[in-house]
């Protein structure tokens, strides 16, 4: 064994074997693999094999799409045979509402290069004669899909590696994980000690424990996952003696399972309610090729809906049940990238679909460690999407959820319960009283919309009108005698006309919005403003109380992060961005911060409180409250000041997300509700009402104001999502600068533009959607709905450069159905800023 390595990767499972390839496929290959067993005896001997393409995440939609094609080609680079069967994936749809989640789905899967074709159920009698076709409204299928052997795809990717340089230690476990102040890695283990720059972490079951060796609490416990393997039906086994083709993957995904062909017989693999979390402590030590005690009863919905559409499996006795961990992350999705407040430990763990993401996830997490960025968007699977609310009993009440809903219908505005409400503002308990329908981000509680009161619907009336699926639920779960206030759907849903409703009385009067899940930090000491200045491509404000929009590039200039900088006191900065990316942010700017004591950077998230009175009439509810003068004149758009609010007081900055006059107050959160309680009651003679995140979004979109990761990403350069204001190459260097430059000389392949969507009825893009220009892809929306002060649908998107004109007549896929849209002037409402500074 090696005493000195580049990287060392920890887990011999395909997902670190495949790390190990790809890193020496890069050029390293000084690189080592240390794995406690034999290759693949975690988790990755009992996995099933399955290469689902299917997933709504850009990201893992990414991932899986590689995979696929590296599979079909890597028997060939490799000489061993890795058992692959592309013998297609069909995903059955008996409910309207599955219907409308597949047609988004194939607008996502084109705009990625995924190929997803639409099957009548006469196709899918053709495709699978033993599947009973009642009730079924049509299929997709995946013509690349199939399934793998994944000890046979393992020992691929080990055999590759090898050849290229790389070593694989086995049967040598890790004990110790340390970092030197110099960053270097030590990696102990029972065989020596290995020194290292990176160390890659890809430990599966085992991850509790590698977060314990780190001191890091990583997001990941696994969860049991069952599937039944069946003897030989005798109709399979004519099909297969007449040299008949293999049916193919079978999802039924409103019943929660999948089914395949195996060895003459059938595998069954349900998603079922109750699966528990499993080696929440980790297995143990001596723990190799492990299962659990099967139990069947959990599963019985599942084995009687797959009887009910193949008959064929009622049919034949059970040969064996396979209980197994898969490991789980509380959103699903796997968990690939840079560890948080530790440099070059990167993480690849959480992999639920393991055996699909291997190979992108290895692909993209070599580009990262090796060139210092990934290719693709990965901000969908980033470990730090996660933040340090993620605890043992938050992990397993969320990770279980996330299982049990792996079939669901994944409504974009599905906001699920399980391990809620955590975080809460001072002020929840108001707004819940006011009739807040609460979403979640990072773990804070916060308003999406607001109900009228004793608005809602009788959840029986509601059940009763569901199909007669296993998986139909369409809202939030509710207590006994509870109304169900919000009905999910890929459509114009029941809130609809009331977050109009709020965006009109914005527009009209004034609103109060909670942002306090906003991501706080101070920047002090006395390298701050050039340290930022460094960082920025924007000029920092160079003047106490100024405001100013900063990006964050990567190095090709591409943008990662976006932040609202305020100088509070003479050269120390309070800096604002997305709440969801608190730990991203955070984590950046640490990673780049001096060590010589010059800057000192100061998380305040929680200290924090916001709340935001926007409007015509938010002046005149302000200086109910303050003796500062609010005038154009005394507080200009885009500054800042310590004002009193009643008997609180605030730091008001003359910025907002929705276009119109207003402040965002930023408090001490202990004052909040004396706040809150005080703007409600100055403001009751104005009309001022609460209002949500939806209604925000709606706002939003008719500024054409831009998010991360939608059409801000470090896919797309700075100038690409038109930017240009806010970056100044001739400012001095700052992070991605000549990359930057270069990337326009070069030519651009993307133009940031918002369209208005025509004849729209019930469904406004909401981003993903295909666009094309005489028939062919030209682009991508990022973000879509209906403006309500402009009464238009509207969609922000990046097309093809030559497409970008104002005038520009497009076409867009808007759940199956295309749209004619116009390309209209950015920022459609107010263009000129004159109501914002009014």
Same mark, same amino acid.
């Given at each position: ?6 990287? /060392? ?107 997803? @074709? ?81 160390? /890659? ?10 977060? *314990? ?27 297969? @003696? !007449? ?9 039924? +995904? ?38 659990? !005690? ?56 959480? &992999? ?145 006309? &009331?977050?109009?409703? *709020? ?18 930090? @101070? ?60 730990? &991203?942010? &955070? ?56 004002? +009193? ?26 004052? !909040? ?46 100038? *690409? ?54 028939? /062919? ?5 990022? +973000? ?7 009464? @238009? ?32 002037? *950015? ?12």
């Amino acid at each position: 064994m090696r005493q000195q390595a580049r990287a /060392v990767v920890i887990g011999g499972g395909v997902v670190g074997v495949s790390t190990l390839y790809h890193l020496a496929k890069k050029g390293w290959s000084d690189v080592v693999l240390i794995e406690r067993h034999e290759l693949t005896s975690g988790s990755t001997w009992h996995a099933a094999g399955l290469l689902p393409l299917f997933n709504m995440s850009y990201s893992v939609g990414q991932i899986h799409k590689y995979s696929v094609k590296l599979y079909d080609s890597l028997e060939a680079e490799t000489g061993q045979n890795v058992g692959f069967r592309q013998v297609s994936n069909i995903r059955l749809a008996c409910t309207r509402d599955r219907w409308d989640e597949y047609m988004y789905y194939a607008g996502v899967a084109e705009t990625i290069g995924v190929d997803v @074709k639409v099957l009548t159920p006469e196709d899918v009698k053709a495709i699978w004669p033993l599947c009973n076709t009642d009730g079924l409204l049509g299929a997709i299928q995946h013509p690349d899909d199939g399934y793998i052997q994944p000890a046979d795809l393992t020992q691929a990717f080990a055999r590759g590696a090898r050849a290229l340089g790389a070593e694989i230690v086995r049967h040598t476990a890790v004990t110790a994980i340390e970092q030197a102040a110099s960053g270097e890695w030590t990696v102990k283990t029972d065989k020596g000690d290995i020194v290292c720059e990176h160390v /890659v972490t890809a430990t599966g079951n085992f991850v509790r424990q590698t977060g *314990e060796m780190l001191g890091l609490d990583i997001p990941v416990i696994p969860v049991e996952h069952q599937y039944i393997v069946t003897e030989p039906h005798p109709e399979i086994l004519e099909r297969q @003696k !007449q040299g008949l083709p293999e049916m193919g993957v079978l999802r039924e +995904s409103d019943a929660s399972y999948y089914m395949r062909e195996e060895n003459g017989g059938l595998i069954l693999g349900p998603y079922e309610k109750g699966a528990p979390c499993c080696y929440v402590d980790g297995p143990s030590p001596d723990a190799e090729y492990e299962l659990f !005690q099967e139990d069947l009863e959990r599963l019985e919905p599942h084995i009687e809906a797959a009887i009910n559409r193949v008959p064929a499996f009622g049919e034949v006795g059970i040969k064996k049940v396979y209980n197994g961990a898969i490991c789980y992350t509380p959103d699903g999705s796997p968990i690939i990238g840079p560890a948080w407040d530790k440099k070059n430990l990167w993480l690849n763990e959480g &992999h639920s679909f393991g055996v699909t993401a291997a190979g992108g996830a290895g692909w993209q997490l070599a580009e990262w460690i090796v060139e210092g960025e990934p290719t693709i968007d990965m901000m969908g699977v980033d470990p730090r999407r996660f933040g340090p609310y993620a605890s043992r009993g938050y992990l397993k009440a969320k990770n279980e959820e996330a299982y049990a809903n792996v079939f669901t219908v994944h409504y974009p505005d599905e906001e699920r319960a399980a391990g809620r409400p955590l975080k809460r503002s001072p002020c929840y308990d108001r707004m819940k009283a006011l009739g807040a329908v609460f979403g979640s981000v990072y773990g804070w509680e916060r308003p999406n919309w607001f109900a009228p009161d004793g608005y809602g619907f009788d959840a029986a009336a509601i059940e009763a009108e569901r199909p007669d699926v296993l998986m139909k639920e369409n809202h939030p779960p509710v207590s006994d005698g509870e109304k169900v206030r919000e009905l999910w759907s890929f459509r114009r849903s029941n809130y609809f006309e &009331h977050v109009g409703n *709020e965006c009109r009385n914005v527009h009209e009067n004034a609103g109060l919005l909670d942002m306090t899940a906003f991501a706080k930090l @101070k920047v002090t000491g006395p390298g701050a403003r050039d340290w930022l200045d460094s960082l920025f491509a924007n000029r920092v404000p160079k003047k106490r109380g100024r405001v100013g929009l900063c990006h964050l590039l990567t190095t090709r200039g591409g943008v990662r992060s976006e932040f609202t900088v305020y100088e509070y006191a003479p050269g120390d900065f309070y800096l604002v961005s997305a709440g969801a990316f608190e730990r &991203h942010d &955070h984590d950046c700017l640490q990673k780049l911060c001096p060590t010589d004591g010059s800057v000192v950077l100061t998380p305040v998230t929680g200290r924090y409180g916001v709340l935001v009175l926007a409007g015509p009439k938010a002046r005149d509810i302000l200086a109910k409250l303050t003796d500062a003068d609010l005038s154009n004149a005394a507080f200009p758009w885009l500054s800042g000041k310590m004002i +009193s609010v009643g008997t609180a007081r605030a730091h008001a900055l003359r910025v907002n997300f929705v276009g119109e006059l207003g402040w965002e107050l930023h408090h001490e959160i202990e004052m !909040q509700t004396a706040l809150f309680d005080a703007l409600i009651e100055a403001g009751a003679e104005f009309g001022l009402k609460p209002f949500g995140i939806r209604a925000m979004d709606s706002m939003r979109l008719e500024k054409s104001y831009r998010l991360i990761p939608r059409e801000l990403s470090i896919e797309y350069s700075a100038y *690409e999502s038109a930017l240009d204001r806010f970056v100044h190459p001739n400012k001095g260097q700052f992070i991605g600068r000549d990359a930057l430059v270069e990337w326009r000389e070069k030519g651009e392949a993307w133009r940031f533009v918002t369209l208005e969507v025509h004849d729209v009825t019930d469904a406004d893009a909401r981003g993903s959607e295909p666009i094309y220009h005489d028939n /062919v892809l030209v682009g991508r929306c990022t +973000s879509g709905g209906y403006g309500w002060r402009l009464g @238009k649908s509207l969609a922000l998107a990046m097309v093809r450069p030559d497409l970008g004109e104002i005038g520009q007549q497009l076409d867009v896929s808007i759940l199956g159905t295309r749209h004619k849209a116009t390309v209209i002037p *950015e920022s459609p409402f107010d263009p000129e800023n004159e109501r914002l500074r009014a």
